[in-house]
């Protein structure tokens, strides 16, 4: 039986990063594993938090199609090889991309048969509360990533994309519901 590839998205602040990680180890799904341009940082193994490739090898990718998505990020490439994803699943594996909004666009035009579950606040007042809320940023940063992540639940919700909406108004029951979405083993519905 094939396995499958789970897209989950989110604003920054909404908690995806957390419920992945739960989900992963409650049903030993897999993360995919990006190629970035930037350097290792200590600690880092090549092939594990990433692949670690130069520019040129980077755009040679992008070039040959063998990206499921990718964005520039302050300089550096970021994108998840198709290869692998597609070999996991053929194995019977399921895998778990956690990318932003943007990036799980890319992949429903590549992989439409994937789930796509799109994390959101319970409101926005909570959205707010959570990114003005952080110590490690500035008042001007912290709203400028506001307005980013009110403009990306925004097209996430008109691209008809994500079969999935979870409001993490509560973490336990939200995980709950990812897990439930990566358990399933029907293919999702077109929207």
């Known amino acids: 039986m094939p396995g499958k590839l789970v897209v989950i998205t989110g604003p920054s602040g909404v908690g995806k990063s957390t419920i992945d990680r739960e989900v992963v180890r409650r049903t ?99 959205l707010a509360r959570r990114l003005l809320g952080r110590a490690s940023e500035d008042d001007a940063t912290a709203r400028r990533r506001l307005a980013k992540a009110r403009e990306e639940i925004r097209i996430a919700k008109e691209s008809g994309v994500y079969n999935h909406v979870v409001v993490n108004d509560d973490l336990e029951r939200a995980t709950d519901e990812v897990e439930r979405v990566v358990r399933r083993d029907d293919t999702p519905t077109e929207s």
């Open 28 to 126: 030993g799904a897999e993360f995919s594993v990006s190629a970035t341009t930037r350097s290792p940082r200590p600690g880092e193994v090549d092939g594990r938090e990433y692949r670690f490739v130069d520019r040129p090898t980077f755009e040679a990718m992008i070039e040959r199609g063998d990206l499921l998505e990718w964005a520039d990020v302050f300089g550096e490439l970021y994108g998840t090889p198709a290869a692998p994803v597609r070999r996991a699943i053929a194995d019977g594996r399921t895998i778990l991309l956690e990318i932003d909004i943007q990036g799980g666009l890319q992949v429903a035009e590549k992989m439409p048969e994937a789930t796509f579950v799109l994390i959101v606040p319970p409101s926005d007042e909570e």
